[in-house]
DNA sequence: GTAAAGACTTAGCAAACTCTGT
DNA sequence: ACAGAGTTTGCTAAGTCTTTAC
């Protein structure tokens, strides 16, 4: 523990949900957004000058500070020239959704990325590398060339054509599986005589991607065929009885505006609908979808009722649940085959799932926490709004009748299918493919790759850091104790965020002086560091730790002459800091030190829970735990769900409930055994071994609930599915389950194996990240 | 060199589905 | 068959980091 920081030490922090209760900055802001809400197309000057002041403030601090520390600051340049530029960046942004929204004359559009080299030329000439793809340099492995052969391009042909190649390659497939060798050849052939299509299908679930080589020019395929998205359904209007009030009378509402009505409507229950902010932001975007004349007669939210409508969407959900069998057969049947039609592509040559093929439906945008756009009206996405992307040669996607994509282009660079603006933040969307495709996996495993590599030189960067401390630079400094904090405490990078576009949360980096506290005594503690900011997600982080001296010397003197919102790490932002890490390591960024902790933490963790003679159930809690170390590192937080308690208590009766059992039939045993001591006949044997048995079952039953209820509890406020997902190295779990002889299922469930399929094949049991 | 745009990963919540005990 | 709990999946917001534009 002490002076260097093996990471068995991480700091629990015991932070817990924030948005609301955790009042942050709270008089500022809501100012902010008051005055926002009144004139956003036009007077975001007056926004951005009532930021000015309170910025000038900080920023004289500023100016005093850097003559105090030597410096070479432009950062207050940057922040003059930031307010200034964001006027202009507004207006811009608003123009590009605004044109993204409009049919317009389509611009002459050749994206520079298309190269010529690409598909088509490929396929001009399937039978051969053509240097374009994969990169000459590399070698190919023999699996590779057999691919490379057998090149095909049109899925058609990927599903029908059965050429000696193929089946070839499929016995090596086979024969690598399945060490004892004799029987694959055959097997093989019979499934496919027998099952045809099938064995066809199943070759191409089985797809070992990690075993071939990947492209090296950066490239992200070379063929790519697609149906485009599925559509939001069309509005359907109310019935007539279900009536909307306006100031207590009925009010027929035009198609458009009575769509967004029903937005809110659906709504309700919630109570966000009871914000200010929000009904504001909802009341302005509403009217933009009303005739003249609505908007000359709504003029109040208080003054509308949705309430009918509402009971109406009720009803509606209500009657969904009480469907037939059949009805519901009948709608998973139209799902089916949605998700057969448009889940799936086509990329190089096999058949991969995509992740998010319909289209994000139209709705009031609520964003997390405190967010000053909660209420607008996000819009429908029509088939105008989006670009499609695939291969040249390809089928390519039809726009529902009498629509037009806004483009459709042949960018290999990249790895989405389709994209839109969206209309709250101006960013683009994307359609892309599931984690389970080779795309996504290659990406993630590389992933893992780069935070093995910093695990062989975190040792030198560590004492880098430390020996930064004491540097005579103010900006080494402030760089140096922020990597600390990112590698002690898993914290975010922290990018800065334009104020008033999304709700007030930090990182590392966009830390203020407002977010920690120093104690230098605290308890039996010295230099104690206080956190407490909301996090991605506006998700709470509060933590104590204490620090080392000369840690805590440097932020008493970032603190020096700073307001509580001026940033603690002033001569330092994410991109400064990337690029020193950059220069440390190839590839390495602050994210590679969450991703390097949680997966060493793991394995160390799954090492020190280790007990041989561990049952399974107890073996998956030990699991359970290294994996909760991880997410409490992590900051990984969820609301306790909403049965918690309930769910607790079931759980303690059935626990007395067993406990009584148990007591039970130990008694049952004890009479058994007397029995038997008096008569000795097989009888009594009989009885007492049953009687025995029944101990030792429910014995085990006891200890089962026990360690679910343990489990339980401490996962209340914890979510594992994060770091499962995001952080921890497959691999890693895969060789413990391999170790224990724990079937991989109790870890793993599909969506997760099929996530992992790489990981799931590679690591061996002895596998060390 | 810097800001903006673009691409892609990470995140929590809630609806949908499944499982279990009655 | 059903309710209720538990689990999985879908959704999409919100981050990080890279690339492009100026």
Not at 57 to 69: D, F, T
Not at 540 to 555: G, S
Not at 633 to 656: G, V, W, Y
Not at 699 to 704: A, T
Request: net charge positive; hydrophobic share 25%.
């Amino acid at each position: 523990m002490s002076g260097d920081h093996g990471h068995g030490d991480f700091q629990v922090n015991s932070g817990s949900k924030g948005s609301d209760s955790h009042k942050h900055k709270d008089k500022h802001k809501d100012k902010e957004h008051r005055h926002k809400d009144h004139k956003r197309d036009k007077e975001r000057e007056k926004l951005k000058h009532g930021n000015s002041e309170h910025k000038d403030h900080s920023e004289k601090k500023h100016k005093e500070k850097e003559k105090l520390k030597h410096s070479n600051g432009s950062s207050d340049k940057h922040r003059e020239k930031h307010k200034e530029k964001d006027k202009d960046k507004e207006k811009r942004r608003e123009e590009k959704i605004k044109s993204s929204h409009v049919d317009k004359p389509k611009k002459e559009k050749e994206n520079g990325y298309v190269r010529d080299t690409s598909p088509a030329a490929i396929k001009s000439e399937p039978e051969e590398d053509n240097g374009s793809y994969p990169s000459p340099q590399h070698n190919k492995t023999s699996k590779r060339e057999h691919d490379d052969e057998e090149f095909e391009y049109k899925p058609k042909k990927v599903k029908t054509e059965h050429d000696k190649k193929a089946k070839k390659r499929k016995h090596e497939y086979e024969e690598e599986e399945e060490e004892e060798d004799i029987k694959p050849k055959k097997k093989t052939k019979d499934k496919k005589v027998t099952e045809g299509k099938k064995a066809k299908k199943e070759e191409e679930e089985k797809w070992k991607w990690w075993e071939e080589e990947r492209s090296t020019d950066g490239s992200k395929w070379r063929f790519l065929e697609h149906k485009g998205p599925v559509f939001a359904a069309p509005y359907e209007p109310m019935p007539d009885k279900v009536k909307f009030y306006y100031d207590g009378k009925p009010m027929k509402l035009n198609a458009p505006a009575e769509e967004v009505a029903t937005f809110f409507a659906k709504m309700l229950d919630h109570e966000y609908t009871t914000k200010d902010i929000f009904r504001k932001n909802f009341l302005k975007d509403w009217r933009k979808e009303m005739t003249s004349e609505e908007k000359s007669k709504i003029t109040d939210l208080n003054k509308c009722k949705f309430s009918e409508m509402s009971e109406f969407f009720k009803a509606q959900s209500e009657a969904r649940k009480q469907m037939s069998k059949q009805e519901k057969l009948k709608i998973k049947e139209e799902n089916e085959r949605l998700l057969q039609e448009y889940g799936f592509c086509i990329m190089d040559n096999h058949k991969e799932k995509i992740g998010n093929f319909r289209i994000e439906p139209p709705g009031l945008f609520r964003g997390r926490g405190d967010h000053p756009k909660m209420g607008r009206l996000k819009l429908r996405i029509r088939p105008q709004d989006i670009i499609i992307n695939c291969s040249k040669d390809s089928k390519h996607p039809k726009p529902p009748p009498g629509t037009k994509w806004k483009e459709v282009r042949h960018d290999n660079k990249v790895t989405w299918l389709a994209s839109w603006t969206e209309n709250i933040q101006g960013s683009i969307k994307y359609i892309m493919l599931n984690p389970s495709s080779r795309i996504k996996g290659e990406k993630d495993w590389q992933k893992y790759e780069t935070a093995r590599r910093l695990k062989k030189c975190v040792g030198r960067l560590r004492t880098q850091y430390r020996d930064d401390w004491k540097s005579k630079e103010m900006r080494i400094r402030q760089r140096s104790v922020a990597l600390y904090f990112i590698d002690k405490l898993a914290l975010r990078a922290g990018n800065e965020k334009e104020e008033g576009e999304t709700a007030d949360t930090v990182g590392c980096c966009s830390l203020r002086v407002e977010h920690i506290k120093l104690y230098p005594k605290m308890d039996d503690q010295e230099y104690v560091v206080e956190f407490d900011f909301l996090g991605k997600d506006s998700i709470r982080y509060y933590n104590k730790m204490p620090v080392e001296k000369r840690v805590f010397k440097n932020l008493q003197l970032f603190l020096e002459n700073k307001q509580p919102e001026d940033d603690l790490f002033d001569r330092l932002n994410t991109s400064i800091l990337n690029k020193h890490l950059q220069e440390l390591m190839d590839g390495l960024t602050a994210k590679v030190f969450r991703t390097y902790n949680a997966s060493i933490t793991l394995q160390q963790q799954l090492k020190e829970l280790a007990c041989p003679d561990d049952s399974l159930p107890a073996k998956v809690l030990s699991y359970n735990r290294a994996n909760r170390a991880v997410a409490i590192l992590c900051n990984h937080q969820r609301a306790p769900p909403k049965t918690f308690e309930k769910s607790m208590q079931n759980l303690q009766t059935k626990i007395d409930e067993k406990q009584n059992q148990l007591s039970a039939v130990r008694k049952h045993l004890k009479a058994a055994k007397s029995d038997h001591k008096a008569s000795h006949d097989d009888k009594s044997k009989k009885i007492l071994e049953m009687k025995r048995k029944a101990v030792e079952r429910i014995e085990e039953q006891l200890m089962k609930l026990q360690v679910q209820a343990t489990d339980r509890e401490e996962n209340k406020q914890i979510s594992l599915g994060t770091s499962k997902l995001n952080y921890l190295d497959p691999r890693i779990s895969v060789a413990w389950c391999k170790k224990w002889d724990i079937p991989i299922e109790k870890i793993y469930n599909k969506t997760q194996r099929e996530k992992f399929a790489w990981a799931l094949d590679m690591a061996e049991k002895d596998y060390e990240f």
